[in-house]
């Protein structure tokens, strides 16, 4: 199980790398095996830098990020690290870019093989690569010695998850890994993804598109400006959400385009006091107070940017 426990992360930018830069404010959230947890948000509101801090590829600045209660960050030495990403893998946004173009697609699998399984035999292998890719669906004599050019994204996203599944993974960072696809392929990319929670897989889903939220996940986490602005059960997010923000953002789900900006501006003209800042027990002591419990696991953080005007 992933927990992040008040994950922070601070860029420095700016000419001297003097300008710090809040991506991520004091996130705390959990991915149980087989569950799908969305993080949901515009751009820029810090998805990408939550995942990416899962996957160890950039640190993070404060706070905790354990699976199965170890320390992800604290994993030391290349055998604790291949140990992890054995069960932990992301995937991205554009497919082609985590290919070479002037190799075969199966490539991708040789590189795994060389990195976790230099003992196994040739036979074993070619089997193991192809239950991976049967399991997403495809055909390996229709994919296998293509070169990423001849297939489509769908089809490359969907072997960069079979990729995933020939290790032995238990959590799936995935990060916009539909945004490129056309309708259809969504739709098997989507129940995809179901049929692997099915089997125990958690997945972490990030998406800036709020129906593919519901239509996948069992948790909501409504991501702004880097904090959790709402997060529960879909259902409830969804059906009586808490926070303005999320109000906005849902009452304008036909308008798209328009959403987030809409959503902040009705932030401006929010009644009714910040349940953050205005319950039993106010402010916790070290420092902004996190999100706080406004019904069975649903959480609603504050209603303003930093700290509410007491
Ligand atoms: N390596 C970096 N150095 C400095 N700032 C960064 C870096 N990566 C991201 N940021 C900044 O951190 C903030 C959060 O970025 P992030 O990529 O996590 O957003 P996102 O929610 O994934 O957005 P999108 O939907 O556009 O992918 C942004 O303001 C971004 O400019
Ligand atoms: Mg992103």
């Known amino acids: 199980m992933l927990t992040l426990d008040r994950v922070s992360k ?8 003097t300008q710090p830069l809040n991506a991520v404010r004091d ?3 959990t991915v149980p095996p087989g569950a799908v947890v969305s993080l949901i948000g515009e751009s820029g509101s810090g998805k990408s830098t939550i995942g990416r801090m899962v996957l160890r590829l950039t640190p993070v600045t404060s706070g905790a990020i354990t699976f199965d209660g170890r320390n992800v960050a604290g994993l030391s030495g290349h055998r604790a690290r291949k140990g992890y990403y054995r069960h932990v893998q992301g995937v991205f946004q554009d497919p082609f870019s985590s290919f070479n173009p002037i190799f075969p697609v199966d490539r991708v699998f040789e590189m795994l093989r060389g990195a976790y399984f230099p003992g196994v035999s040739d036979a074993e292998w070619r089997a193991s690569v192809r239950r991976g890719i049967e399991r997403v669906g495809l055909d390996p004599g229709q994919v296998l010695g293509r070169y990423p050019h001849q297939l ?5 996203q969907r072997l960069l998850i079979a990729r995933a599944l020939t290790l032995d993974i238990r959590l799936l960072v995935a990060d916009e890994i539909i945004s490129m696809l056309d309708a259809s392929t969504r739709i098997d990319v989507l129940n995809l993804l179901g049929d692997l929670r099915a089997e125990g897989l958690g997945i972490l889903f990030v998406t800036h598109d709020l129906a593919l939220g519901t239509y996948v996940s069992d948790t909501t986490v409504i991501l702004r400006r880097g904090a959790v602005a709402e997060m529960g059960p879909t259902r409830q997010v969804y059906a009586s959400p808490r926070h303005p923000y999320t109000r906005g953002l849902l009452a304008s789900v036909p308008r798209m385009h328009r959403t987030w900006a809409e959503a902040d501006a009705d932030l401006d003209t929010a009644v009714g006091p910040c349940p ?5 027990a106010g402010p916790g002591p070290a420092g902004p ?3 706080v419990e406004v019904g069975p696991d649903h959480f609603v953080g504050c209603f303003s940017d930093d700290a509410c005007p007491e």
């Open 289 to 291: 107070a996190g999100p």
């Open 152 to 156: 489509s994204g769908g089809q490359l």
């Open 276 to 280: 953050v800042h205005s319950g039993p």
């Open 10 to 17: 601070v860029y420095r930018v700016g000419t001297f790398g």
């Open 27 to 29: 996130v705390s959230l």
